[in-house]
């Protein structure tokens, strides 16, 4: 069973900055890809961003809403996939959850809540 682990969630003013990181239990480079989703509060999951790699590259994608605030990296010796989320906005406020896929399973995050004010 894998387990990933999110953290760095919080409460940040409207025009701050929050970095997500989520390490999973098994190396991450073994995963067909990985991705971080959003839910806020009366609303589906949505897709935020997935790195999915390519040969020696990677195919990133982002959602338009956060195109430009947001960038998504990872770190292989430490496991970690990370959300780094700019110029955030009180429409940002949701609970976010990391993902990898491993075909054809599907695992999730607890979810790390991140609240904009303001």
């Known amino acids: 069973q894998v387990q990933l682990v999110e953290s760095g969630g919080g409460v940040v003013q409207s025009g701050g900055s929050l970095r997500l990181s989520c390490t999973a239990s098994?190396?991450?480079?073994?995963?067909?890809?990985m991705g971080w989703y959003r839910q806020a509060p009366g609303k589906q999951r949505e897709l935020v961003s997935t790195?999915?790699?390519?040969?020696?590259?990677?195919?990133?994608d982002y959602a338009d809403s956060v195109k430009g605030r947001f960038t998504i990296s990872r770190d292989i010796d430490k496991n970690t996939l990370y959300l780094q989320m700019n110029t955030l906005t009180p429409e940002d406020t949701a609970v976010y959850y990391c993902n990898a896929k491993y075909h054809p399973l599907d695992y999730w995050g607890q979810g790390a809540q991140v609240t904009v004010t303001g």
């Open positions: 098994r190396k991450i480079i073994t995963f067909n890809s």
């Open positions: 790195f999915t790699p390519v040969g020696k590259t990677a195919k990133i």
